[in-house]
């Protein structure tokens, strides 16, 4: 398991690893170099050479950890599910046909109490909802329920 675990480390982790401590150690030698001395004209130089490129390192190692790990956890994700693999449809005729095809074939209309729209029987948004009732004539007639974009309930109602 550590062996297989050390094989896929990301040299961005690396690389983020070394500048989070090489920011660190700045951070603490310009610590040091200000609290020796006691006018701030002598304390700038420390500030200006280690602790402000010591807490940019610091940020920069932060970013890059974040990266890695997450670059490397996405490796793990697509090495486990196989996601690497695209795999094209056979013929694109069929997925043209697929695609238009509307998801629900009913010809019963439902909608929901209190709905805007109104749907097939087997629409997957009705589909096993017990509230779902059988749409009035009225409120199609009058406009007031819309159509449902994904089972195309017009085919049904002609």
């Known amino acids: 398991m550590r062996t297989g675990r050390l094989r896929t480390t ?3 982790l690396w690389a983020g690893w070394a500048a989070l401590a090489t920011g660190a150690v700045l951070c603490v ?3 040091y170099g200000v609290s020796g001395e006691r006018y701030s004209e002598r304390q700038l130089p420390y500030l200006a050479s280690c602790t402000v490129p010591g807490a940019a390192l610091i940020v920069a190692g932060s970013v890059l950890l974040t ?3 997450g670059a490397l956890a996405a490796a793990r994700v697509e090495e486990l ?3 690497l693999v695209a795999t094209e449809p056979a013929d694109a005729d069929e997925s043209a046909r697929a695609a238009a095809a509307p998801l629900a074939v009913s010809g019963e209309t439902l909608m929901v109490p209190g709905g805007t729209l109104y749907h097939r029987a087997d629409c997957p948004l009705v589909a096993g909802k017990a ?3 059988p749409v009035d ?3 199609l007639t009058s406009g007031a329920l819309g159509l449902c974009p994904i089972c195309e309930p017009a085919a049904a109602r002609d």
């Open 29 to 31: 030698l310009g610590w």
């Open 137 to 139: 004539g009225k409120l």
């Open 81 to 83: 599910y196989g996601l």
């Open 10 to 12: 990301n040299p961005v």
């Open 67 to 69: 990266h890695g790990r």
């Open 131 to 133: 509230e779902a009732v």
